[in-house]
């Protein structure tokens, strides 16, 4: 069984096919830049712990609740207003990109489509991806105290299993943020460049 037939498979793990989106920055946006900034979040947090021991690594993630708090709903807002936003035709147009922004799904007779995607689409499940993502660190955040004694009971390696569990929560929060900033794009600088498109086309359709 492959990734997207689990993905598929299931309406709760579909928030993230945004991952699975295809385009000329994907690799960069959803990896690369997550990536670098992980490592500088997780140097800072690492050494900022006084004792390396896996009480001490995972009582870190407690730090990044506050913060959860705050996207959580932000994300839900902006999910909801991309698909009711309406006085840009742009968003509903193909991207203007030398390739395709595609999202390969599977149908209801279990045949496999790649869809174009639109801008809205794009916007839509990128904030539908936040939204889980968050809803997950928040659970993890509020559930540390359990984390520990799972991890404390492990036989061997707990200091290891603490460490990795904390660079992975560290690079889903690093992976939201950066997913965070260019949704925030889309909303702002992309929304008023394309109207301003739209309007300077119209201008020279009424000049003709």
């Not at 207003?81 to 390739?99: H, I, Y």
Request: hydrophobic content about 50%; charged content about 15%.
């Amino acid at each position: 069984m492959s990734i997207i037939d689990i993905v598929e498979g299931s309406s709760f793990l579909r928030p993230i096919n945004y991952l699975r989106v295809r385009n000329d920055y994907s690799f960069k946006y959803n990896w690369l830049y997550p990536i670098i900034l992980c490592a500088v979040l997780f140097s800072g947090v690492y050494l900022g712990v006084a004792t390396h021991n896996p009480a001490d690594l995972l009582s870190a993630i407690n730090k990044y609740g506050s913060l959860l708090t705050v996207l959580f709903p932000f994300y839900f807002a902006s999910l909801a207003a991309t698909s009711s936003l309406g006085g840009v035709p742009a968003l509903d147009k193909k991207f203007e990109m030398a390739n395709e922004v595609t999202l390969k799904i599977k149908l209801a007779d279990g045949e496999y489509e790649t869809l174009d995607l639109c801008p809205r689409d794009f916007i839509s499940l990128l904030f539908a991806y936040c939204t889980t993502v968050s809803l997950f660190l928040l659970v993890v955040s509020y559930t540390t105290s359990g984390l520990i004694a799972v991890v404390e009971k492990l036989p061997v390696c707990a200091s290891w299993a603490a460490f990795i569990v904390l660079f992975f929560i560290t690079f889903l929060l690093s992976q939201l943020l950066v997913t965070t900033l260019l949704g925030v794009y889309f909303l702002s600088d992309y929304m008023v460049r394309q109207r301003a498109s739209s309007d300077s086309a119209r201008s020279d359709e009424d000049q003709i």
